[in-house]
């Protein structure tokens, strides 16, 4: 009876804990925690102190008590699917992606123990090995063509001891513990995002603000060139429309000699070939300036919603 009891208050306690933590912290971050040990989640805590709380327990629990807090802030409901496997919780009101980069980081390699599905091939290089002569028959049952040099054995060729999806079996196992290998490497992996009631993939957090300025942009152009091809004016066509229509205005000016202010410069320029030769100079040495500045980088084909002749309609005199 009295086990009961100091169990029934060590799960108020706990679910206590993580009430506390869903009014204090607005995302969660949520992580596999398969292979990782006790010892390996101090060290995360530790990189994560004073950023984030990193929250391992039972599933149960911890649903109860989103449940509990749901009555309060219903959007935690978008929270209690995703707690299910062996998975932690990682607590934080940080940018996601500052907290995904230090749990990212936290790696360490871990022997192959038999019976451990490999998250990874598992190549044993050629060379020497360390290994006393006596060992060569264990090797060859493995299919490793091995020979004696030095008084100790020497792999030939490197060899895929283990595939990926495979289960390591004993004699891999000793095989790899033997030569000091340890050819897996754990740590927590990101599985989803809640961020005070959004929920969110991985992925989502490598896009950055330079790729969605340059989609927007790239949208906006499609619209505009779609909207200057249909004649249907929308407000990211309609400075192009502006432009169009003022070049029109420009080129009936300057073909029948009515004169407008915004068409004397250009007047001007025409009357003087040789101010024109040197402004044209000029823009081209500008021009070759700035190409010098800037980082090579491969040409892209030019879409016809991106082209300035085909968004503004073609040449001034077209």
Not at 136 to 154: G, H, S, V, W, Y
Request: hydrophobic content about 35%; proline content about 5%.
């Amino acid at each position: 009876m009295g086990a009961e009891k100091k169990g029934s208050k060590h799960k108020k306690v706990y679910i206590d804990k993580v009430l506390k933590l869903l009014d204090t912290y607005q995302k969660v971050l949520i992580v596999s925690s398969n292979n990782i040990s006790s010892k390996q989640i101090q060290i995360i805590r530790k990189a994560l102190l004073k950023k984030a709380v990193v929250l391992m327990g039972k599933n149960s629990l911890i649903r109860r008590a989103c449940k509990m807090y749901a009555e309060k802030n219903p959007k935690v409901n978008e929270l209690i699917p995703l707690i299910k496997q062996n998975i932690g919780l990682v607590f934080t009101n940080e940018d996601p992606r500052t907290i995904r980069d230090i749990i990212v980081e936290n790696k360490i390699n871990a022997p192959a123990k038999a019976g451990t599905v490999a998250p990874n091939d598992v190549i044993v290089p050629k060379g020497d090995t360390g290994l006393e002569p006596t060992q060569t028959t264990f090797l060859q049952a493995l299919d490793i063509q091995t020979r004696i040099a030095k008084r100790q054995i020497e792999i030939l060729y490197d060899v895929k001891l283990v595939s990926e999806g495979e289960k390591v079996g004993s004699s891999e196992a000793t095989l790899l513990s033997k030569l000091g290998i340890k050819p897996f490497v754990y740590g927590m992996k990101l599985v989803q995002v809640y961020d005070n009631g959004s929920v969110y993939g991985p992925e989502v957090l490598d896009i950055t603000d330079e790729m969605l300025k340059k989609n927007v942009l790239e949208e906006l152009g499609s619209i505009s060139g779609i909207s200057l091809e249909l004649g249907f004016p929308t407000q990211v066509s309609l400075p192009y429309s502006f432009m169009n229509n003022f070049r029109n205005i420009l080129a009936i000016s300057l073909e029948t000699g009515y004169e407008i202010k915004e068409a004397e410069s250009i007047r001007e320029l025409l009357e003087n070939p040789e101010a024109l030769k040197e402004l044209m100079e000029k823009q081209n040495e500008e021009e070759k300036d700035e190409k010098e500045e800037e980082p090579e980088e491969e040409p892209e084909p030019e879409s016809e919603s991106e082209s300035d002749d085909d968004m503004f309609g073609g040449g001034l005199f077209d």
